[in-house]
């Protein structure tokens, strides 16, 4: 299981950090990712960390978003920074089946959290 927190409702420019906490199973072998869906949009990837901790962002956010792990306590952050009002939506962590050569799409992940709502205005 998969649960997200963090996120808020913040004004342009501020920097909010989402954690992503794995319960069960603790062990970090599988890529996660981050994925937002704004309203009427599609849910998109904007980060991922593989196992070895290599990491990679959507074009859209690089730049303004970082992943990180802590493996001792089982999380995955998403720090961003200098937030704007399209960074609104519901951000959701999920964990894929492979440990490494993960994309962020949609479609390569399998155990999803509930999400956590940024709100930028």
């Known amino acids: 299981q998969l649960v997200e927190s963090g996120g808020g409702s913040v004004r342009p420019g501020e920097t909010l950090r989402l954690a992503c906490t794995g319960t069960g199973d603790t062990s970090r072998t599988n890529c996660i990712g981050w994925f937002r869906q704004a309203p009427g949009k599609e849910r998109e990837g904007v980060a991922g960390i593989e196992s070895d901790g290599s990491t990679s962002y959507a074009d859209s956010v690089k730049g303004r978003f970082t992943i990180s792990q802590d493996n001792a306590k089982n999380t995955v952050y998403l720090q961003i920074n200098s937030l704007k009002p399209e960074d609104t939506g519901m951000y959701y962590c999920?964990?894929?089946?492979?440990?490494?050569?993960?994309?962020?799409?949609?479609?390569?992940?399998?155990?999803w959290g509930q999400g956590t709502q940024v709100t930028v205005s």
């Open positions: 999920a964990k894929s089946p492979r440990d490494s050569h993960c994309s962020l799409s949609v479609e390569n992940y399998n155990v």
